[in-house]
């Protein structure tokens, strides 16, 4: 279980715990501060022995981080636990019932309600105390459910928060992420929303909200365990900045066939397409800043407008959304629960949902009509490097499949893209090689305290990914703005010193980006330029610092520029002794609103 857990410390790692049952009763550890803390406190697994147990790590959201908050919470007899992901919103207004009915509580957490109140239900019979629970309780949620009354048995329940099951030999898992089981097993079924199952450790039976048996397909993962494990690279997310290429080729090349994007078992038809009036593409963090270039990238080739919304935004503002929108969703983890909530907002308005999206079964890629993965593999480093990339391609390919439907592209030009997109990742791979130009800056400039990316157009997209690869795993606060605003306010902050990473890419508005790189110069900055090499020698005369990417269509130059900007976060933060892989405040997986 310990082991299971550290590969999920990256959902959550303010505290963990475990519940064992071990000779007759619960035995519970729990502890505050990242898993290693109880791991010593378990001697790596030593001091509590048994076959069936919880475990969790968690990341606050009802409760601050500490021993009592931690999970599994345990009801007032201590007979039942319960490890919990996700938010039970009306866990208030419960808590003060089951006080009034005498029951103490010990911790400040929603997930205690939940424990109690099967307590308070549970009559010798589990499953229907759950069941009872499950019709009191809402918000999103993940449980998983042990009582010491019936220790061969634990019971998972999900709604909004994933939760799959792992099938072995004489043993059986839950889990909410299939790294954490993979050692023991590649059989998997995906639960889905409102299902309950019951967990022994001959086998798993399903269960509908009304707790009829329901029969569940079995998946097979077919990815390496090597692929969620560090292969001697000291982190995580450098592991998967250099495999890149290899992901985006993964992403790419089975796509292209005869000349031809093509896209297996895609169910928008030709004449769906030509009937799209508008679309919109949702997400949150990174994979909106895969929108922002998609946005630029989509409307130039297909001539439809394309608006691009944060999802916690456009969940909540009235979108105009109808049967002719298509809404592009866009997510690694396809578990956020704000693109989520956009996801459904968007269907129950009318709109075709196409998701791109990296996790397999994931719910966002259940839930859609239409599902592109990007086959990046497993992400581990919160940061996000890979799907990104990969996110990228698979909307360029996406673009040019609708451009050839549509007609708005001419033959010369498609053919010309999808050769240049085959060259990506050798290309990704050149820039890689190249690192240690960007090690040597990042040690130059890794103690500014505040940085602006600067672009226009594609390189504006880029800029913010840039800028939020900086301050979120190294904590240098930082903009990005659209170069043209700059005079509309900003440039008010440039003054002796301050570090402008100026993106320079696009070729059409190379000389624009000369200008703003004169303009903060004049007033004190120093620039570190991103540019291609064909424009290397007229930056060169500039910037204080440059890097360039190989030339490529327009449309690919973020797929390269973005390369040197994940780099130059990782560097800086590894300048500045920051836990890389798990910064502060963040999760990789945002399963709660
Ligand atoms: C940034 C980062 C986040 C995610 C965001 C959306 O490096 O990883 O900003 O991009 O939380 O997550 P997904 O793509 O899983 O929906």
């Known amino acids: 279980m310990l082991d299971g857990l550290t590969r999920l410390e990256y959902r959550g790692y303010d505290s963990a715990g475990v519940a064992i049952y071990s000779d007759g ?4 550890a729990k502890a505050k501060g990242r898993l290693q803390v109880l791991s010593d406190l378990l001697e790596a697994g030593a001091a509590i022995h048994g076959t069936v147990g919880i475990g969790h790590t968690r990341w606050a959201t009802h409760g601050a981080p500490s021993d009592i908050n931690s999970h599994p919470q345990v009801s007032r007899s201590g007979k039942i636990a319960v490890v919990h992901n996700g ?14 009915q005498g029951v103490p509580f010990t911790s400040e957490t929603d997930t205690e309600v939940v424990a109690q109140l099967i307590e308070y239900f549970y009559d ?26 019936t220790p061969d048995q634990l019971i998972a329940v999900r709604r909004d928060s994933p939760l799959i ?50 029969d569940k397909e079995i998946s097979h993962v077919d ?82 407008p394309v608006e691009v919304s944060l999802a916690s935004e456009f969940r909540y503002r009235e979108p105009i959304v109808d049967e002719r929108t298509l809404v592009l969703v866009i997510s690694q983890s396809g578990e956020t629960l704000d693109t989520m909530a956009a996801l459904r907002e968007a269907r129950r308005l009318g709109g075709k949902i196409l998701s791109i999206v990296n996790v397999v079964g994931s719910s966002i890629a259940r839930e859609s009509d239409e599902v592109l993965y990007t086959w990046a593999g497993p992400e581990i ?60 800056y990042a040690s130059q400039y890794f103690n500014h305290d505040s940085v602006f990316y600067i672009g226009r157009n594609l390189d504006y997209a880029l800029g913010l990914e840039g800028s939020l690869k900086l301050k ?86 973020p797929s390269l520029g973005v390369i040197p900007m994940q780099l130059y976060a990782y560097y800086v933060a590894l300048q500045r002794g920051c836990d890389i892989d798990k910064p502060r405040n963040l999760a990789k997986s945002v399963t709660v609103e």
């Open 165 to 214: 099951l792992g099938l072995g030999k004489g043993e059986n898992f839950l889990a909410s992420d299939v790294t954490a089981i993979i050692k023991h097993t590649r059989d998997v079924i995906y639960m889905d929303d409102g299902e309950l199952a019951v967990l022994t450790r001959d086998g798993v039976q399903c269960y509908n909200h009304f707790l009829q048996p329901v």
């Open 25 to 28: 009763a619960l035995k519970v």
């Open 381 to 440: 480093a919160v940061a996000t490097t890979k799907a990104y990339s990969t996110q990228l391609a698979v909307v360029d390919l996406l673009g040019l499949y609708f451009a050839r439907r549509l007609g708005t592209m001419e033959r010369a030009e498609y053919d010309q893209i999808l050769q240049e997109m085959l060259l990506l990742p050798a290309q990704m791979e050149q820039v890689l090689e190249r690192r240690e130009d960007i090690q040597y």
């Open 223 to 304: 990815w390496e365990i090597d692929a969620a494990e560090k292969g001697g690279y000291e982190h995580f997310m450098f592991k998967e900045i250099m495999e890149q290429p290899e992901a985006v080729r993964r992403a790419i090349f089975p796509r292209i066939r005869d000349g031809e994007v093509v896209f297996e078992d895609f169910g928008l038809t030709d004449d769906y397409i030509r009937e799209i009036r508008k679309i919109y593409i949702v997400a949150c963090g990174s994979s909106y800043h895969v929108g922002m270039v998609g946005k630029y990238n989509l409307e130039r080739i297909l001539r439809i």
């Open 124 to 149: 010798g019979d589990l499953l229907q105390a759950v069941g009872r629970v499950l019709h009191r309780i809402e918000g999103a949620y993940a449980l998983g459910i042990l009582c010491s009354d």
């Open 87 to 100: 938010i039970i919103e009306n866990y208030s207004a419960l808590k003060q019932f089951l006080e009034s």
């Open 472 to 557: 979120e795993i190294s904590y240098i606060h930082s903009e990005a703005y659209a170069s043209g605003e700059l005079k509309h306010g900003t440039i008010s902050l440039i003054e002796d010193g301050t570090l402008v990473v100026a993106l320079a890419t696009y070729g059409r508005l190379f000389e624009k980006a000369m200008s703003n790189v004169v303009e903060v110069k004049s007033r004190g900055a120093d620039v570190l330029a991103l540019t291609t090499e064909s424009h290397r020698a007229e930056m060169a005369k500039l910037a204080n610092g440059l890097v360039t990417i190989p030339d490529t269509n327009p449309m690919l130059l």
